[in-house]
C-alpha cells in the first residue's frame, strides 16, 4: 500500500509539471485564438494534478510512510507546503485569464488577445515552474534527514 501511494503521488507530480510546462509552452507571444480552448483544458487537467498530489501527499502525510511526526517536526516540511500553497495561489492569475479568454472566445469578441495579457500570464507561468523546482529538493533534503531536530 505505501508503494502505491508513493507511485501515485510520483505520478500526479509528474503529471502536474507536465501541463504546468505544457502551458508555458502554449502560453506564447504565438497564441492564437484556436488555442484557448487547449489551453484551458490543459489548465484543468493541471489542477486536477494538483489536487491528486494533494490528496497523495495527505495519505503519504498521515496514513503511510514515515509518519506525521516526521514531517510536522521538521521545518523543511513546512517550506515545501509552502511552496506548493504559492504555486497553488499564483496559479490562480493564469486560470482568470484562460477563462477570460475563453469567454470572449465564446461570446464572438475579435480581438481579445493582447500581447501585454500573453507576457504577464506567461510570467506568472514561469514563477510557477521555478517554485515548482524547489520543491523536489524541499523532499531531498527531508529524506536526507535536513531539518529534523535532534
Not at 502551458?23 to 483544458?41: F, G, M, N, V, W
Not at 510536522?72 to 515545501?80: Q, S
Not at 492569475?93 to 464572438?108: D, I, S, V
Not at 515548482?132 to 529534523?148: D, E, K, N, Q, W
Amino acid at each position: 500500500m505505501e508503494a502505491a501511494i508513493a507511485y501515485l503521488h510520483f505520478i500526479s507530480i509528474l503529471s502536474l509539471t507536465a501541463f504546468l510546462v505544457t502551458e508555458l509552452y502554449l502560453c506564447s507571444r504565438d497564441l492564437q485564438p484556436p488555442q484557448i480552448k487547449t489551453l484551458a483544458q490543459v489548465d484543468f487537467l493541471y489542477m486536477l494534478a494538483a489536487i491528486a498530489v494533494l490528496i497523495t501527499g495527505l495519505l503519504r502525510l498521515f496514513a503511510v510512510g514515515k509518519g506525521a511526526s516526521f514531517y510536522l517536526h521538521n521545518p523543511v516540511f513546512y517550506i515545501k507546503i509552502a511552496l506548493f500553497v504559492a504555486v497553488g495561489l499564483i496559479s490562480i492569475l493564469p486560470t482568470r485569464q484562460f477563462t477570460h479568454w475563453n469567454r470572449a472566445l465564446k461570446a464572438g469578441a475579435n480581438r481579445i488577445l493582447r500581447d501585454s495579457d500573453i507576457v504577464t500570464t506567461r510570467r506568472y507561468i514561469a514563477l510557477e515552474v521555478a517554485l515548482l523546482a524547489l520543491i523536489p529538493l524541499m523532499a531531498v533534503l527531508m529524506a536526507r534527514g535536513i531539518g529534523v531536530q535532534a
